[in-house]
């Protein structure tokens, strides 16, 4: 089976999500690794879902819940950003730092 | 609504007399004891729109009365009327029951009479009396309160009810003795005669609680009872109890050394002292110690002494201050005072009817002695006999009756004649000589003050300002109406006789619910009664001899003089004097030594305990509360303080260390999950 490959796969991709999330400054390229992470994650789902075929198919309702909720995010998470831009002419994480003691 | 006692007596257990229930006049009996109340009311909310001030009230009220009083007199004296009504107010625990209601008997019955009688002749007398007075509305509502608080008593059913009356009447009292306020003398004698009973009145309600605790019972047929069967509760408190409701009815009824307030009570309006004497007021201690006469005939008879001791010295010590009082209204006064003595000792020496009866005659001729002094001041403008004489020519109506009242008084002839007589048999017949010569010469006393002031009022010439007239009618009709009793309410009981259909006065009076045991006349005690009225004529020919002279020249003060007696007299015994030194020494050093005690050792103590509390509080405050308590919780507060201000560093408001230690945390957890726990 290609089970392996499908798992490799989420890993690596899951991997550069968690890298682009703590190296990148840019807003915008945060929200995206967020993306890749849960892809990645949504290919495992599928992967297990069809070796392991529930009469559910929980693993495939799964995927759907986390793209729906994906999609909502990054709807969300544009709209501040936008926002954000337009206040402040920045995109960076680094210049928002309010939110503190 | 009969109840247990009257079903006794009709089935004549106790009592020989066959009594009826008295039916529907009975059972309404009660309205007697209300409708002055409503009267008094109805005065003080409409009286003054009306014309006689609510005059016309107060005599409708007791006019009512008379008709219940008077068939409830027939009903009685033709065939006996023995009904209680009661209604349950309250009870202490399980025994004590306070009730009040009315009880229709022989005796109350005589009293329901005399009070209405008397006191509607003597409202009517008012309505003339008073016109034009001040506050007239506000006289006839304290006036039907006063008949009103009398007719409670009466009635009364158990002594708490009779104390109720009895408190009632001493403070309507109070309200027409004071009834001329402007002037502080007035004010005065209303407050010595409220004080004056009220020293008294302790008595009684210590008798009311001894006797009431004792037999589970203040009902009167219930002490009653007790006493006829000879209870041994009530017959451990018996004497105790006696002498204190003894204690309670000298102030009422102005025993010696209680008289004094009597005497100042003068200070009413005339038709006040002639209702307080005649019906309202004085009789209350007489009618108590009747009604309690069970108590004092089977068992408490060693209380007689003090009470025949008392009331002889009231009926000749009092009696003499008449003799040199120059108030023709103190004369009266005093002679109520001595009358109440032969009552009073008339009755401790067993003369349950004796002592009733010239309770009853009594009140007929004092009422209309003080309404004919009423007329004559109305007249004169003036209370003092100096300032009157020859008023038989200008007042012959008043004359007159007057004549008649004072013939009935000094036991010539009249009423007082008959009912002074019974006294003097029972008396005799109990063997009480001393006594009975000192009450002779008392009945000499009597005539003689009364001829003295007869005389000095009616005869010789006119002392004072003006020109006296006869009253209006309205004044002068009470007068002739008090007269007929005033000559023939003797003949109801002379001895042996008895009234076709209405029988006598002793067989009225015996209409109660236990036998009273005291002595009946069958005959008439000619020695006695020979000795008695020729003491009277010889007072009365004394009297003409000394003053009436003094009334044909113009004296300021009587020319007859004894040397020592009268100078003691007219300073009343000092007992006034002595009465007053009392209330000085609890007013002066009394209330020193109180003031200093309280300053000086209750003060300390409170002091003290005060410091002390005040010492604890000081610890409290200072160790516990201060250091104890809110140490604790300043120590909380920094700790809380010095952890937040580390804490808080970690709050950098950098996003992507969060999500850095977000992953490390997440990173530990599957290591832990993967190399060690699973």
Known sequence: ???????????????????????????????????????????????????????????????????????????????????????????????????RW | ???????????????????????????????????????????????????????????????????WATVLLLMNASGGVLDQTTFEIGRIGSGLVFELGWVVDGLSILMFFLVNFVGLIVFVYALGYMKGDVRVDWFFAAFSLFAGAMLVLVGAPN?????????GVGLASYLLIGFYWEDIANVKAGNKAFLTNKVAD???????????????????????????????????????????????????????????????????????????????MVTAGIYLMARMFPLFEYMASNVRIVMIVIGTATLFGVGLLAIVADDIKKVLAYSTVSQLGYMMTAIAAGGYTAGMFHLFTHASFKALLFLCAGSVIHSVHSNNMSDMGGLRKFMPTTFWTWVVGALALSGIGLSGFWS??????????????????????????????????TFLTFFGTYKGDGKPHESSRILTVPLVILAVPAVFAGFLNIPGLSLPRLGNYTEWLAVRLVPMGDPHAEAINFGLAAIGLGAAILGVVIGWLIYYPDAETQLERDSFEIPVLFP???????????????????????????????????????????????????????????????????????????????????????????????????????????????
């Open chain 2, 202 to 280: 302790v008595g009684l309600i210590l008798g009311a609680i001894l006797v009431g605790v004792s037999i589970g019972s203040w009902d009167f047929g219930a002490i009653d009872f007790a006493a006829f069967e000879g209870a041994p509760e009530l017959a451990a408190v018996a004497s105790v109890g006696g002498l204190l409701f003894f204690f309670g009815a000298m102030g009422k009824s102005a025993q010696f050394p209680f008289h004094i307030w009597l005497p100042d009570a003068m200070a009413g309006p005339t038709p006040v002292s002639a209702l307080m004497h005649a019906a309202t």
């Open chain 2, 159 to 167: 002594l708490i009810q009779l104390i109720i009356g009895w408190e």
């Open chain 2, 568 to 678: 003691l007299l007219r300073k009343k015994y000092y007992i006034d004097d002595l009465a007053l030194g009392i209330v000085a020494i609890i007013k002066g050093p009394l209330a020193r030594f109180v003031d200093w005690t309280n300053t000086y050792i209750l003060d300390l103590i409170v002091n003290g305990v005060a410091g002390l509390v005040k010492g604890v509080g000081v610890f409290v405050y200072d160790t516990i509360d201060q250091r104890g308590v809110d140490g604790v919780f300043n120590g909380l507060s920094a700790a809380v303080d010095g952890a937040g201000s580390v804490v808080r560093k970690w709050q950098s408001g950098r996003v992507q260390q969060y999500a850095a230690a977000f992953v490390a945390g997440a990173l530990i957890l599957v290591v832990l999950f993967v190399f060690v726990l699973i």
């Open chain 2, 420 to 453: 002074k007589d019974e006294i003097l048999a029972t008396m005799g017949e109990r063997g009480l000589d001393i006594v009975l010569w000192i009450s002779i010469t008392g009945a000499f006393v009597t005539a003689f003050y009364m001829a003295r002031a």
């Open chain 2, 1 to 67: 609504m009969l109840t247990r006692l009257a079903i006794i007596a009709q089935e004549g257990e106790h009592n020989e007399i066959l009594a009826g229930d008295g039916g529907w006049w009975a059972d309404t009996a009660g309205i007697m004891l209300i409708l002055p109340f409503v009267a008094f009311l109805l005065i003080l909310a409409f009286g003054k729109k009306l014309k006689h001030k609510g005059g016309e009230i107060a005599v409708a009220a007791l006019a009512i009365n008379l008709v």
């Open chain 1, 1 to 99: 089976m290609l089970l392996s490959q499908f798992l490799v796969l989420a890993a690596a991709l899951f991997a550069f999500g968690i890298y682009g999330l703590l190296v990148r400054r840019n807003i915008v390229l945060i929200l995206l690794s967020v993306e890749l992470m849960l892809n990645a994650v949504n290919i495992n789902l599928i992967a297990f879902e069809s070796i392991w075929v529930s009469p559910e198919a929980i693993g495939q309702i799964f995927a759907i819940f986390v793209i729906t909720v994906a999609a909502a995010e990054v709807g969300i998470g544009l709209a501040i950003v936008l926002m954000i831009f337009r206040n402040r002419k920045s995109a960076n994480v680094d210049d928002l730092n309010l939110m």
